[in-house]
């Protein structure tokens, strides 16, 4: 069959040639008509490939993958670490520390900045690693023809020579050479840019053709939107138009997102108020007659420890265990900025068949000429009488159900499952309950396909038979039938009603909507059954719960549509049947124009709009279309809505635990840089060194306050109405307890300095250690921003003990060890000293659950 495959799978091996050589090869399929390009790459345009050339294909060549991509290189992206307005002022602070001739405290500046930017770089890559990792998890397949029977593979098993079937909502898994094509309209936006849709035709187009203009071709990339073909594969992998693309631009993945900026921005205003600050107190200070080496070293201090350095890798450490944590329960995240806009949603749209119901259809009535047909047997095992007996009227509408059909039952491990659309296998099921089957049908010549717009599929068959299948008022515009009382009492009762039709087109009349109109003759109609989703229903009310609107979105008929509302107690108002794709859009724009953020489910072509324009576009993971993901936010691997409603649950516990974070350790810097203020103001000594803050800041940040990032969500989170996104992160109740924080762990720090007995060092050693006490303690107000006493018991987050005994060790060190003595200018206290630090750092958690409780109280009474 493929005689010249050896021949041709020399000459496909990359490098084989010239490079000159394989380019004029390459840019030749366009240009060559299909009966040329065929033997060029080996392949039978009916068959396809053999399974064995394809496997030997695969392996010489690698998978249909794009390389991966080499980012800057370790060195780069580690120097990028110090690109940073707050690691500046530390580089000038060590450099102007060395200049007073301290180079011992210099080499400690410049030691802690480089451990920050390594922490920073190993965080940040990890992120990424694992953002990279979900990337991976929505698999994309292709339908290959391999031995002359179409199959599903994954997109990266493809090979040159492989026959590819596309379909409407496909991604063009490889570059094609087109060889048959049924209205075949694909959007190579991401190619070249124009936005149109581009009709296609296996006609070659002359050698000189741009990329634009080469309608013999689909590229690797490209999304189907509308009609159908077939492609043979002429490249794959880095050998694509895209490919070549990838390599010249290189992928630049950003774990940018509004609240990464916005944090940015944040500390670029800060660094500038710490600045003038400390110039400020220098200042003062040298009026007052202080030495200036002594008030610049001050000034240093206080700039050190004002800059909260934790900050921007405790964000992405974050948002990156949410990403995971969401993943683990199904709901991958495409964009990163979904995860903190999951948090505040207030209204999702939601799919009915499939994500509210199971889309698993039975047929339970057939109704013909008259008489209501009970069709008896569960799932999709073609089994089960149907009461009365099927006459003949009943024969032809069921007859009509399979011809008019696209799927199939089969059997497997004992189970009956459908392959196709459920909705058409269970007319199959239907029709071999009856003892009817696809042989008892006339070959088919030609359709109308099924579309979510034109909610109808028309068929014809040799002899001129057409078969009708849709939408009861759809299939009425064809037989003029308007009586439909009996579909709307079934609908009513919560079922799918689809109306049969059949007409008789002269040979010669081309099947259009038009031709059929007023032609068709009612067969009867079917009316199937499709299970809620139990866990869908305490998943709805949760999010009602939770202060969330949830609204079905569905292109079924009104009355079905309510009647599984009612399963889901959703009022009327909330169920939006027989909606369009255009619709739906306009739905995400009214509900955005109140003030509302928007989670809106699609899986077709034309929902693509929509889920962009959502705020949080959600696409269906098994039964979506690639054109529909590619258009998401999030893709849910199971296309259940309980996966919605974990995605919520998990984007408000991010939203907590970064609020967590930053009201932990804002206070410590806030009080770091008070306690220099106030020195130099009160003109006494400084209770704690530069080189001391500096210490803290670092091993406190990632010791303690990263391990917030692994707090498990509060069991609350679904009780409380969503946050606004305007809501800055910090409300004015958080702002009172930083403020509150900062002036317990200043006055403990001063108390602690001047309270010690024993040598300056000592001394500030003592302050030292109440500082990172105080924040321990604080460690645990903040497991919960509101609740007194953390819902979640420790063991959920085994970071955070852990955290505290790495903290306690390194105290431990800084006080004792004589080589830390030196470099920090610690000195080793007694036991008194521990316990007044001990007993400032519980004054400190007792004031803040203090000021919950009183917040509680009178926020209940207001
Ligand atoms: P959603 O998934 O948003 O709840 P849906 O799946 O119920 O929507 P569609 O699949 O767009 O909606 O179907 C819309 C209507 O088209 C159905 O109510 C039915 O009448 C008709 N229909 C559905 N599937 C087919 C089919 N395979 N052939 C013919 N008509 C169909």
New binding site residues.
């Given amino acids: 069959m493929i005689e010249q495959t050896e021949r041709v799978d020399v000459g496909l091996r990359r490098g084989a040639m010239p490079l000159a050589m394989a380019e004029r090869e390459r840019s030749a399929h366009h240009g060559l008509p299909v009966h040329e390009v065929v033997p060029l790459v080996g392949t039978d345009v009916t068959t396809g490939l053999t399974g064995e050339v394809a496997a030997r294909r695969l392996a010489e060549l690698g998978p249909n993958a794009l390389p991966e991509q080499r980012g800057p290189g370790w060195v780069r992206r580690l120097l990028a670490q110090f690109h940073n307005p707050l690691i500046y002022v530390l580089l000038g602070a060590a450099a102007l520390t060395s200049a007073l001739g301290e180079v011992v405290d210099a080499s400690v500046v410049l030691a802690v900045v480089l451990v920050n930017a390594l922490v920073g770089y190993l965080q940040e890559a990890r992120a990424e690693k694992a953002l990279d990792a979900l990337v991976a998890m929505v698999r994309t397949e292709a339908t290959v023809v391999r031995d002359g029977v179409a199959t599903r593979i994954a997109s990266d098993e493809l090979v040159p020579g492989d026959v590819v079937v596309l379909e409407e909502g496909d991604q063009v898994p490889a570059d094609l050479r087109v060889v048959a094509v049924r209205e075949l309209r694909v959007d190579e936006s991401a190619l070249t840019g124009e936005s149109q849709p581009v009709a296609k035709d296996p006609l070659p187009v002359p050698h000189d053709a741009v990329l634009a203009d080469r309608t013999s071709m689909a590229y690797s990339g490209t999304l189907v939107t509308s009609g159908g073909g077939r492609g043979v594969v002429v490249g794959t992998g880095g050998d694509t138009e895209i490919g070549r693309v990838h390599r010249l631009v290189g992928s630049t993945r950003t774990v940018q997102t509004p609240l990464t900026r916005k944090l940015a921005r944040f500390s670029m205003l800060l660094t500038w108020v710490i600045l003038g600050l400390a110039v400020l107190s220098a200042v003062v200070g040298v009026l007052r007659g202080e030495p200036v080496a002594g008030m610049v070293t001050a000034a240093v201090a206080l700039a050190v420890g004002a800059i909260p350095e934790g900050l921007p890798a405790a964000v992405t450490v974050t948002l990156a265990i949410g990403v995971s944590r969401m993943a683990r329960r199904n709901a991958i995240i495409r964009r990163l900025p979904a995860v903190e806009t999951l948090g505040s949603t207030t209204v999702i749209c939601t ?5 509210l119901t199971a889309n698993a259809m039975t047929v339970r009535w057939v109704v013909a000429d008259g008489v209501r047909h009970e069709v008896t047997g569960v799932g999709y095992t073609p089994t089960g009488p149907i009461h009365p007996e099927v006459g003949s009227a009943a024969r032809e509408c069921l007859l009509a159900g399979t011809a ?1 059909n696209d799927a199939d039952v089969v059997e497997r491990d004992g189970a009956w499952i459908a392959v196709g ?1 459920p ?2 296998a269970a007319l199959v099921v239907a029709a071999r309950k009856a003892g009817l089957s696809t042989a008892d049908v006339p070959a088919r010549v030609d359709e109308l396909a ?1 579309t ?1 717009q034109r ?3 028309a068929t014809r068959h040799t002899g001129g038979v057409v078969y009708l ?4 008022e759809r299939i009425a515009e064809f037989t003029g039938d308007t009586d439909h009382t009996t579909a709307d009492e079934l609908a009513a009762r919560g079922l ?3 109306a049969l039709a059949k007409a008789h087109l002269p040979e010669d009349t081309e099947l259009t909507e038009e031709a059929l109109r007023g032609h068709a003759r009612p067969l009867g109609l079917v009316a199937m059954h499709d299970p809620p989703r139990p866990e869908a229903q305490a998943a709805v009310r949760a999010c009602r719960d939770a202060g969330i609107e949830v609204r079905m ?5 009104r009355a ?1 549509a309510r009647a599984i509302a009612a399963h889901f107690d959703l009022p009327d108002d909330a169920v939006h049947a027989r ?1 369009s794709p255009e619709e739906k859009l306009r739905l995400v724009e009214g509900l955005q124009a109140d003030g509302h953020v928007v989670a809106m489910t699609g ?1 077709g072509v034309n929902d693509a709009p929509a889920l962009r324009r959502a705020d949080i576009g959600v696409a269906m993971g098994r039964g979506g279309t690639e054109v529909a993901k590619q258009a998401a936010d999030m893709v849910l691997t199971d296309d259940d809505f309980t996966t919605i409603r974990a995605a919520v649950e998990e984007g408000r516990a991010v939203f907590d635990n970064l609020r967590k974070f930053i009201i932990w350790t804002l206070p410590t810097n806030m009080a770091e840089g008070l306690v220099i203020l106030t020195a130099i103001l009160l003109g006494t000594a400084l209770p704690i060194l530069p080189v001391q803050v500096l210490w803290i800041n670092m091993t406190t940040a990632v010791a303690l306050g990263l391990t917030l990032a692994f707090e498990p969500r509060e069991p609350d989170v679904m009780h409380r109405p969503p946050l606004p996104p305007s809501l800055p992160l910090l409300t004015g109740a958080l702002l009172h307890r930083i403020l509150l924080v900062s002036a317990v762990l200043l006055a403990g720090s001063f108390a602690a300095f001047h309270l010690a007995d024993g040598t300056v060092d000592q001394a500030r050693t003592l302050a030292v250690n109440v500082f990172v006490t105080a924040q321990i303690a604080y460690l645990f107000n903040c497991r919960s921003l509101h609740n007194l006493r953390p819902r979640v018991g420790l063991r959920a987050n085994p970071w955070l003990p852990a955290g505290i005994a790495l903290t306690a060790a390194l105290q431990l060190l800084f006080t004792y060890a004589p080589f830390m003595n030196t470099l920090f200018h610690t000195a080793p206290i007694g036991w008194k000293d521990w316990a007044l630090a001990a007993a400032i750092a519980t004054v400190a958690y007792a004031v803040v659950e203090a000021e919950k409780w009183w917040r509680r109280n009178h926020a209940h009474r207001t």
């Fill in positions: 799919d009915k068949t499939g994500t008019c659309d909705t058409e099924f979510s909610r109808f599929m299948k849709g939408a009861v799918r009603v689809l979105i569905t292109g079924d008929h079905t909606v899986d």
